[in-house]
């Protein structure tokens, strides 16, 4: 199994050089986004991937923006702080929620200098949430928003998944994001720009 290390995250932006990611194509895994804290060694990790690869450290924090196995697989179960949105539903199809992934309480967490807003935007998953950080205005959109205008899946959530995507993007509508950051496919600025 191949090992990953926090210098195989690439920086997102220069100007915020704290903020990284791994983004693979050769398989069906979520581009997951480290968060390095040098001052006090710790790292925050939005999303864990698809368990076909293993890291060589532990994240010291954890938020999954929903429990798909592409995106939840890769938490191990030694890990101290794994989050997830409480409405999300384990027993829905390409679920794979982690037992120790713990129902995720408030709407904000400060780590490394950085403040995140917690934004339930349920639709593809009923937990599925977003991470918006104010100071660089990256947008960690999961599967909820994707880069040039589309949005994810709404077949593999609740009845009223379609109903509950449309309130999700208006929410997101209202975030003053700099750059989105999604859970697959590439990045886009605000201006249109993709990497
Ligand atoms: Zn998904």
Known sequence: MKTISISDFEPIDKKFPAMRFLRLEERLCCTRYLIVDEKQK???????GDGKDQLDFVPDAVFLTHGHFDHASGVKPDWPEVWIHPQED?????????????????????FGGFHFNLLHTPGHT???????????????????????????????????????????LQLLEQVDWKLLCPGHGEMEYADGRMI
């Open 42 to 48: 710790k790292t925050m990790m939005i999303d864990a």
């Open 90 to 110: 384990a027993a829905l199809r390409f679920m794979n929620v982690p037992k120790n992934a713990k129902p995720l309480l408030g709407q904000q967490f400060d």
């Open 126 to 168: 009923p937990g599925s949430m977003c991470l918006f950080e104010e100071k660089s205005g990256f947008l960690f959109s999961g599967d909820t928003k994707f880069a040039g205008g589309s949005y994810g899946r709404t077949d593999l959530g609740h009845a009223d998944a379609e109903e509950r995507m449309k309130e999700s």
